[in-house]
Every structure is written in structure tokens, then in C-alpha cells.
DNA sequence: CCAAAAGTGTTATGCTTACACCCATGC
DNA sequence: GCATGGGTGTAAGCATAACACTTTTGG
């Protein structure tokens, strides 16, 4: 187990960096969010936040740690999306990116205050399905972020991490909503939702609307914070 | 875009390796290829096929050139499945490994003719749910793999990569009962999977057998090889 | 004729879908 | 009182699950 007794130096490496595909529901909409590039390649181009792995940290560390730098976000719901390796996605070397996929709560959009750093110029919300050209491959690996959340949205009770800890059935509902860009019959998506047994009323309603105020809820958290059907 | 504009070299970059995770139907029994390790670490530990990802190859380029170098099977059905990034799998050094989840169709167990490498001392099948202790997180690796392989089977068409052109739906429901470790209806399971219109009849039947034959069915493959579910 | 696996239908149950009106609030 | 979104039930159709006997072959 001695070091020493197998040069892995040897290897001709690729570099390792990671990417985050980070969703909230901002204006009703599904957004991402995208730093403009301050350097080449693909400067001046919006990107996902990203960038190189440290020796001494782990892939998932890594993506927290970007994440902080690029756009001063933290403490979301994160899990790896897939490792894109094809080689010319990235014009000066060899690059791997492992794909992060994040969620952040509409709650937080207000609290956090998103800021630029030393490798982007801006960091901006955008409409997922109305996206500018971005750097690398980044298109493909929103579209497998989307397709993610979609799956997840329908086989997990994830749609709770883009929601504050109190919600109104509509907005869970608008959520399945504006990800499948498909409309849900409001009877029959509460029955689903409320037979599932995985959300309780509080006490709370909304307040300050001109209509009738809706119950709130919140989610049971019992058994982990994402029951994961698969 | 020039590549001197950019000197990825200062950063300190983790190796990175692919292991694939190779399974197969072998004596009713779900199976997994496994090699014996020739060198340090893990001397004499069974392990996942696999090896450092070259400069210029693809990561799936990579886990087809390592499945064939050390265990000399090619031509199998193999998609991601996860990367492993954690700081200390490998006790020589930073490695992440971009793990691979493959099928091997059981016609071909009698094609192909495994054998050892300059890495690997042995070359074996194993069955899946009585492993030997394996190197490095290995054994994660493969739990990851059991997953994706129920899930994908239940939700898409994959099964048919393990079977051999023409089957009957009796094997095909083994393949089910096998990787579920549960019994189902034979009068269900055939209703269900005749009414999704995936599989047609040959005009051929098993021979040779002291018991009524067996009609042998295969798998229309009109649209893709794989039908995605997801 | 016996052993062994192939093949085949019906019923009950639960889930999904389609669909329309009254309720509570602010202005 | 009116505009706005919140809240509710029922019936039909469809998919799933439980269940046992007959058929075909080799020996």
C-alpha cells in the first residue's frame, strides 16, 4: 500500500472540473442559473458555475465549493447528474466534468444574495427553456439536468426543495406544472399529492391575498429528507 | 482559444479511472465478471475490471478498451452508471472513477472466452449476490450497479440485452425473478409484456426437450435497440 | 403413462381520469 | 357585489393481482 510502489504520474492526466445545473422557480418559471465567463475559452460566454476539482477534496465538496465562489450561493439540495468526458469539450485540454444537478428553494431566492467573483463577470437567473448560447457543452448537460428533474419530480418527493417549508398545494402543483410544460387537473393532483401521506397541514394560511386564503403545508420529514422511490 | 492561453497544469489534478460493472445470466444466477488483482493495492483482491482513463480516448472508449484488455469480452451493452470521487478509494493516490454498468447477453458466455492480463491474474464470474470481498469501494460500485439494473428493468426494455436473440418467456421472467429475488405470476407476467407490444413470435421453438417446447420470441427493434422508459 | 415445463381466462380490486360548482377574502 | 383563486366528489375506464387446469413433449 506504499505509495511509492506504483507511479501513477505516469498517466498523461485529463483535468477534472464540476458543473452545476442549479434550478429555482423564479416568476412562475423554471430558472437556471449562469455566470458569464471573465477569461478564454468561451469568454464572455454564459456558462454554468463550475470548475477544477482540488486534490483534496471530494467531487461533491468541489461543487459546494464553486458554487459558493461563482455566485455566493450555499446550502442547496445537490447530487451528481453525470460525468461528460467526450474529447474536445473543452478546447485547451482534456477536460472531464462531473455534473452536479441543485435545487434551491423560492425561499431562498430573496435571501441569498447571488454576486460575482474572480471568474465571472455576472451571475444571472435564467429562463430554463428560453436560455442564451452557453460555453462547452453546457446545453447538453441542462438538458440532462431537465430530464433529471423531471424524472425525479415524478418518481420523488423532491419538488419540496424548490418550495419554502410552508406551501400552498397550488404552488407544489405549479411546480409539476412548469416542468412538464403540461397543465394537471387540480382535483385529481390533490388527491394524488394528499394520498401519498408525505405532506400535513399547518395551522397557517396565506395571508394579504384578495381571494380566499390557502392552507398551507409542510412536509412530513420523517424518514430522510427525500423518500426516494428508486 | 489558443491552449497557451491557459495553463491547466498548475492545478494539481486527481487520476482518473473507469470500472466497469459487467453483468450477466449465468446458471440462473445473476453474475458479475470480476478480475484478480496482479499489483499492489489490493494484491490478490477480486475487483471490478477497469484502468486510468488515456488522454485521448473517451470515458466509454476507455471502458471498452479496459473490458477487452483484461478480460477480453467486447461488444456489450455498457452506460454510465456513477462516479466515485471520495479522497481515499484508492490508498496510492487521488483517483475518481467514472464507473460503468454493463450487460452481457448469456448466448455470448459461450462466445467469448475470458481471460486473464497483464493486470489481472484470474478472470471470473461471480454470483452477484455472494461476492468475495473486494478491492478498494468496489463493493459500492456494484450495489450502485444491482440498482440501476432493477430499476432498468422495470422501467425500460434492457432485459432483452442479457438474453440471447431468441427466448422464451419463461426465461425472460427468470431474468426478472433473478435480479428482483422474487417470484411472479407466469399468467401476469406474460399478459403485461405481450400488451407492450415489444417482443414478436419466431416460428421457432425449443428442441430437444422432454416437455412440451417452448415458443421463442424476439425483441422488435424497430425504433431503437432500447426502448427508454425515461 | 409419467414427469416436466408450456400455455391459457376470468374476476375483483384499486388507481387514474374526466369533469363543474360553491367558498372565502379584498376591494 | 364582484373578481380572484381555493376548495371539494363521483362515476367510468383501465391496469393490476390473484388464482388452477390442460397441453405437449421425451423417456
Redesign the pocket.
Known amino acids: 500500500m506504499d505509495k511509492k510502489e506504483y507511479d501513477v504520474t505516469k498517466y498523461d492526466r485529463p483535468s477534472l472540473t464540476v458543473d452545476i445545473v442549479l434550478f429555482s422557480i423564479k416568476n412562475n418559471c423554471l430558472n437556471i442559473l449562469l455566470i458569464k465567463r471573465k477569461e478564454v475559452p468561451f469568454k464572455d460566454f454564459w456558462a454554468l458555475p463550475g470548475g477544477f476539482v482540488k486534490i483534496n477534496e471530494s467531487l461533491e465538496d468541489a461543487a459546494k465549493r464553486e458554487l459558493i465562489e461563482e455566485t455566493n450561493i450555499k446550502d442547496v439540495y445537490l447530487e451528481q447528474l453525470y460525468t461528460f468526458g467526450n474529447l474536445n469539450r473543452d478546447p485547451r485540454t482534456r477536460v472531464i466534468t462531473v455534473s452536479y444537478f441543485a435545487l434551491m428553494s423560492s425561499k431562498d431566492l430573496g435571501n441569498i444574495k447571488i454576486k460575482p467573483s474572480t471568474d465571472a463577470s455576472e451571475v444571472q437567473w435564467f429562463d430554463t427553456f428560453n436560455l442564451p448560447k452557453l460555453a462547452f457543452d453546457h446545453k447538453n448537460i441542462v438538458e440532462y439536468g431537465i430530464k433529471r428533474l423531471r424524472w425525479k419530480l415524478e418518481y420523488t418527493t423532491i419538488g419540496f426543495k424548490l418550495l419554502p417549508e410552508n406551501f ?4 407544489l402543483q405549479m411546480i409539476y406544472e412548469i416542468a412538464f410544460h403540461k397543465k ?5 393532483f ?3 399529492i ?2 401519498l401521506n408525505l405532506i400535513e397541514e399547518t395551522k397557517e ?12 403545508y409542510s412536509f412530513k420529514k420523517k424518514i430522510g429528507d427525500i423518500i426516494e422511490i428508486i
Open positions: 400552498t398545494l397550488t404552488e394537471f387537473d387540480k382535483r385529481n390533490r388527491k394524488k394528499l394520498s394560511k396565506t395571508k394579504d391575498v384578495s381571494h380566499r386564503p390557502a392552507k398551507l
